[in-house]
């Protein structure tokens, strides 16, 4: 990087931070793009499809991808959080602490490594749908293209059968973690969001009953590359459901919980009725809603699913969801609010449209930066020298997020006098 530069640091590598980062840096600023994760890509790369138009993720994110690999000027750091914020805005000292990635960039992931390595670990980027070696691929659309060992599962130098099979010689076990400071004119926040912990929703059964699962675990049982192949199944014994219940406002606009409407939820769970109808042509379908909210072309998406024969929209709260033990059948209990009678539903899978809460917690910010009483970041550039965007900012949509990590990178410009 040219020391001249006015430099920008990028906290979060989802669609939003490498959005921020690629347009600052092609406006002349040198970035680095911190990610905590072994890949970029954030959420969206978990995506089944995107609302409005149904494609998959790789269509935006490999647009993005396309223009960092072009970009010697965004460096990018994976497995690496921001430690510690020093001085003021123009003059800002910002510590990175990286983690071992323990497989360096000769990898070509060819993946012999995996077909040796005889531990399973949790996959985290399904949500526990599946499992992966400790040695694995963060997921097919990763970020650099390079496998990442999990130090907590691995059986190190003891084992060592990965690095004996792999003839690139990519594999450091005993690579150490580094810590490093750099100086940056400005600092944009772009950490995202992390899905309301659905345990916590008592009345609904998540982690008692097998069947009830979240809107983000759904998104990959319905990704063609997701654990079960794009298609719905029930996970207390693989078969395909009959009858599906989402749960909207898992959590949202309900002040035990999250007092916001996390503004994607109902998008989500009529985009994934569309997908679950493709795959699951005779399944029943019914969405419990409060309000139904989609904007702009989700309106197209919204009549799709009313015009289902086999879907029903019930308005009601859903108070409370229980389980048949003998037979992990399902019974949903909510208030019709149409017809002001009590209704129940019994159904093999349960989907909670859980909503959004901002990564912020213990987040170092520079002095001035403020969160809102729910933790969202509220940008202010010109006091702070720190500019947001994306669902750190506020729960959003892409097209959202995106005109929002443009306007970011414009503020972090002005912020930095570049
Ligand atoms: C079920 C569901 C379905 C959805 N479907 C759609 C859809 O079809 N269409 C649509 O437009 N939107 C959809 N959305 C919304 C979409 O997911 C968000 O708009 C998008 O994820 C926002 O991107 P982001 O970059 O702001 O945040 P994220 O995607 O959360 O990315 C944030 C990144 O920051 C990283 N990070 C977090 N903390 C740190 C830290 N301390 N240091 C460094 N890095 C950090 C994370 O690892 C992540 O890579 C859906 C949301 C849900 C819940």
Not at 62 to 87: K, M, Q, W
Request: charged share 20%; glycine share 10%; hydrophobic share 40%.
């Amino acid at each position: 990087m040219d020391p001249g530069r006015k430099t920008l640091v990028v906290i979060g590598g989802g669609m939003s931070g490498m959005t921020v980062a690629l347009e600052a840096a092609e406006a002349g600023m040198a970035v680095h793009l911190v990610e905590a994760g072994p890949s970029l890509g954030g959420r969206v790369a978990a995506l089944a499809r995107y609302f409005p138009k149904m494609c998959p993720p790789t269509c935006g994110i490999e647009i993005n991808y396309r223009r960092l690999r072009r970009n010697p000027d965004v460096v990018v750091h994976t497995l690496t959080r921001v430690t510690a914020v020093a001085g003021t805005p123009g003059a800002f000292e910002v510590t990175l602490r990286t983690e071992p990635r323990r497989v360096n960039g000769r990898c070509t992931a060819c993946g012999e490594c995996v077909a040796v390595c005889p531990v399973e670990r949790p996959d985290d980027f399904n949500h526990g749908l599946a499992k992966t070696r400790a040695i694995y691929l963060p997921h097919a659309m990763s970020y650099p293209m390079t496998y990442v060992i999990d130090g907590t599962s691995c059986k190190g130098a003891e084992c060592g059968e990965c690095v004996k099979t792999c003839r690139y010689g990519a594999i450091d076990l005993g690579e150490a973690a580094t810590t490093r400071t750099v100086h940056a004119h400005a600092i944009a926040v772009a950490t995202g969001w992390t899905p309301y912990d659905a345990t916590r929703l008592t009345n609904l059964g998540f982690g008692r009953f097998q069947n009830v699962v979240t809107n983000v675990m759904m998104e990959r049982m319905l990704a063609e590359d997701g654990p079960t192949g794009g298609k719905p199944v029930c996970p207390s014994d693989g078969r395909t459901p009959a009858r599906i219940a989402f749960v909207q406002c898992a959590g949202s606009r309900d002040r035990n919980h999250l007092p916001y409407c996390s503004a994607v939820c109902c998008g989500a769970s009529l985009k994934e009725a569309i997908i679950v109808r493709e795959a699951a042509p005779d399944c029943e379908m019914a969405i419990f809603y409060i309000d139904r909210r989609v904007m702009g072309r989700n309106e197209e998406v919204l009549a799709k699913v009313e015009a289902d024969p086999k879907t029903r929209l019930v308005r009601g709260k859903v108070a409370q969801v229980s389980e048949d033990p003998a037979t992990h059948a399902l019974r949903v209990t909510a208030e019709d609010t149409a017809t002001g009678t009590r209704s129940e539903w019994e159904a093999d899978l349960v989907v909670l449209a859980t909503g959004m809460v901002p990564n912020t917690e213990g987040l170092p910010l520079p002095s001035g930066c403020a969160l809102d009483e729910f933790g969202f970041v509220v940008p202010d550039g010109e006091t702070t020298g720190t500019v947001a965007a994306g669902c750190v900012v506020r729960p959003a949509v892409m097209t959202q997020c995106m005109q929002e990590a443009t306007g970011a990178a414009i503020q972090a410009l002005i912020t930095a006098g570049a």
